[in-house]
C-alpha cells in the first residue's frame, strides 16, 4: 500500500537555497517525483507577498502553481519600525504551514517539509508525535548551509536538495534562433 503524503513547500527558503545551489525547480517534474514515493495528498506552497506586490515577478508562479495541484497559501507581509527608525518586513510563514501540517496530519503517513527554517522544528516534533514519518528536504551543501542543525536532527530523514536535482530541475530555456 502506498504512504499517503503530504508536501509543505517554504517557498522563500527553497528558492533562495536552489539559488545558492546554481538550479531552478521544475514544479511539475517535482510533483511528478514526490508522486513516485506515494500518493500525494495535498501539496502547499506558502509564500509572502507585500501589499504593493500585484503585479509581482511572482504572480506568474503562484497562479500556475494554484491551477497546478497546489494549494498556494499566500500571507500578506508585515513591516515594522525596527527601532532605529528602519523599516523591516516581517515574512514567516510558520505558523499557517503548522496548522496545516496538524490538521492534514491524521490523514498522512509522510510528510516532507522543504525549508531549513529553524523555527519548524517544534512543528516537525508534533507532526512526528501524530504517527507521521517527517522528511526535511534542504542543503547542507551550501554556503553557509540553508539547514538548522536542529530541525534536521528533529526530521526522521534529512533530504539533499543538491541529489534531487537532475529529478527536478527546471531545463534551460532554448535560445530561439535568429
Not at 118 to 128: C, I, P, Q, S, T
Request: hydrophobic share 40%; net charge neutral; no cysteine.
Amino acid at each position: 500500500m502506498a504512504d499517503r503524503i503530504a508536501l509543505f513547500i517554504d517557498g522563500a527558503n527553497l528558492h533562495t537555497t536552489v539559488k545558492n545551489l546554481g538550479f531552478e525547480i521544475d514544479f511539475r517534474r517535482l510533483l511528478a517525483e514526490f508522486g513516485k514515493y506515494g500518493q500525494i495528498v495535498r501539496a502547499y506552497f506558502y509564500t509572502v507577498v507585500r501589499d504593493d506586490d500585484e503585479f509581482s515577478s511572482l504572480r506568474p508562479l503562484v497562479d500556475w502553481l494554484d491551477y497546478n495541484g497546489y494549494t498556494v497559501r499566500r500571507k500578506l507581509a508585515k513591516t515594522h519600525d525596527d527601532g532605529e527608525g528602519r523599516r523591516r518586513m516581517k515574512r514567516s510563514i510558520g505558523i499557517e504551514l503548522a496548522v496545516d501540517a496538524l490538521e492534514i496530519a491524521h490523514r498522512i503517513d509522510h510528510a516532507y517539509l522543504f525549508s531549513g527554517d529553524g523555527d519548524l522544528r517544534a512543528v516537525v516534533e508534533a507532526v512526528r508525535r501524530a504517527g507521521v514519518r517527517v522528511t526535511v528536504v534542504s542543503s547542507i551543501r551550501t554556503k553557509p548551509p540553508m539547514i538548522a542543525d536542529e530541525l534536521r536532527r528533529q526530521a526522521d530523514v534529512f533530504l539533499e536538495l543538491e541529489n534531487l536535482r537532475a529529478a527536478i530541475e527546471r531545463p534551460a530555456h532554448p535560445i530561439a534562433p535568429e
